[in-house]
């Protein structure tokens, strides 16, 4: 199977695995929404800001402490609140479950996983609970991989775990920072908010009827 372009999905063998980001596809971050509306963020300059080497970045690779990652994350954006009021407003940044979400999931015939750059406090707190690792056949988080998104490191990384060709995995991400970097490594990728987007992607790969 070829790589996807960026004009569209690819053509050719079927694909043998889905991955799925969390935030955005499977989780409302109605949080996060919140969180960027009161501290004054645009979402246009706030991503590429967190997937890039900064606090956000080292904490969802597992390679810092919640205490550090708070009070680097409150010097490092500028937030006129104290490290201990950002951590509880960041718990918050996933407000719920899509609806139907789990239940496209369960719809997909060939192996599904999660990829997502999340951390202990969302995992442990409401991604668990939620039921979302019961959903999935495999689960990459990345504080768990020590890699994060959009490096071509940690797609690279999960393709092997798979010992799947990445041609035959398709991942599906509400940022387009993260889906080039999935098709840097080879991945077939695509755009997507929400199950709606997720699912006629997955119709389109012929994933799905």
Not at 30 to 40: I, K, N, P, S, V
Not at 58 to 79: N, Q, T
Not at 122 to 146: C, N, T, V
Not at 179 to 193: C, H, K, P, T, Y
Request: net charge negative; with cysteine; proline share 8%.
């Amino acid at each position: 199977m070829k790589a996807a372009s960026a004009d569209g999905p690819p053509m050719g063998d079927a694909i043998e695995a889905v991955l799925f980001d969390l935030g955005g596809v499977i989780v409302e971050l109605g949080g996060l929404d919140a969180f960027l509306t009161r501290h004054g963020f645009e979402p246009e300059t706030f991503w590429p800001r967190w997937l890039g080497m900064g606090a956000g970045h080292d904490f969802e690779r597992g390679a810092s402490s919640a205490d550090a990652f708070a009070e680097a994350f409150v010097a490092e954006f500028g937030i006129g609140i104290t490290p201990e009021q950002f951590l509880d407003e960041f718990a918050a940044w996933p407000s719920a479950l899509y609806p139907g979400a789990l239940e496209l999931v369960a719809e997909v015939p060939v192996l599904t996983g999660s990829l997502s750059n999340t951390n202990p406090i969302h995992w442990d707190a409401q991604f668990e609970p939620w039921g979302i690792g019961a959903a999935f056949d495999r689960h990459f988080p990345s504080f768990q991989l020590g890699l994060a998104k959009p490096s071509t490191d940690i797609f690279e990384r999960v393709v092997e775990l798979l010992e799947v060709p990445p041609a035959c995995v398709l991942f599906l991400d509400d940022n387009q920072l993260n889906v080039d970097g999935a098709r840097a490594a080879g991945l077939g990728a695509e755009r997507v908010v929400g199950p709606a987007e997720a699912r006629r992607a997955l119709e389109s790969h012929g994933v799905l009827p």
